[in-house]
């Protein structure tokens, strides 16, 4: 038995970054696991139905657009807290695994995660551990899913979102759109991210140019 942790959505300009531990034997997961990027929807939500069942415990983690707009933190910090936050709700004594390293300086990245952690773990971070170790790309699945949720929430409340990252149209023209009905970004937006800013930008450009 041992586990593995990886996130999603650190990178868009909208909604909650997830994280996703799963302690499981290796042995007991589906076929067909790993990176979730490779996996299309519908198909991840199958896999993470069938890890679920075959895990011993899966624990997941939302970091809010509050928490990633804070004053004084960075998106390597959020990366350690959500995972540390998701390894807790699996964790115990004695228990070893893989995360996936969300830092340049992959041991340091482990070492934090591990410090975050109450129980006695061993951790080993790795760069693009999703793609090379089974349970690390069980928990990214489970994380990505959290995150396809998540987006399909905000598309309820917003309509079409897009993706929520910086480079689909779909979701600049939504934040283009809302801010010029609204004169603000929504709630949904990471107001911390350059993209806010040229938004935001653009929108008073436009409001000189009626004058």
Not at 151 to 156: C, K, Q, Y
Request: proline share 4%; aromatic share 4%.
């Amino acid at each position: 038995m041992r586990f593995g942790v990886d996130e999603a959505g650190k990178g868009p300009v909208l909604g909650s970054m997830f994280a996703a531990a799963v302690r499981v034997d290796p042995a007991a997961l589906p076929n067909g696991v790993g990176d979730s990027k490779d996996i299309k929807p519908e198909r991840r939500e199958r896999l993470a139905e069938e890890i679920r069942k075959s895990a011993d415990a899966v624990g997941v983690a939302e970091i809010p657009v509050e928490r990633i707009d804070a004053d004084g933190t960075d998106m390597n910090t959020l990366t350690v807290d959500g995972q540390a936050e998701a390894l807790s709700a699996v964790a115990r004594d004695g228990l070893s695994g893989t995360v996936d390293a969300g830092d340049t300086d992959a041991a340091r990245f482990g070492r934090r995660v591990a410090d975050a952690v109450d129980a006695d773990v061993t951790v080993r971070a790795e760069h693009g551990a999703d793609e090379t170790d089974p349970v690390v790309g069980a928990a990214s699945i489970i994380a990505k899913v959290a995150r396809d949720t998540h987006v399909t929430e905000l598309a309820e409340e917003y309509g079409d979102v897009g993706s929520g990252y910086p480079s689909d149209p779909t979701t600049r023209t939504f934040l283009a759109d809302y801010v010029d009905s609204h004169g603000e970004l929504p709630a949904c937006a990471r107001r911390s991210w350059s993209t806010c800013d040229d938004v935001l930008a653009a929108a008073s450009q436009t409001t000189l140019g009626d004058f």
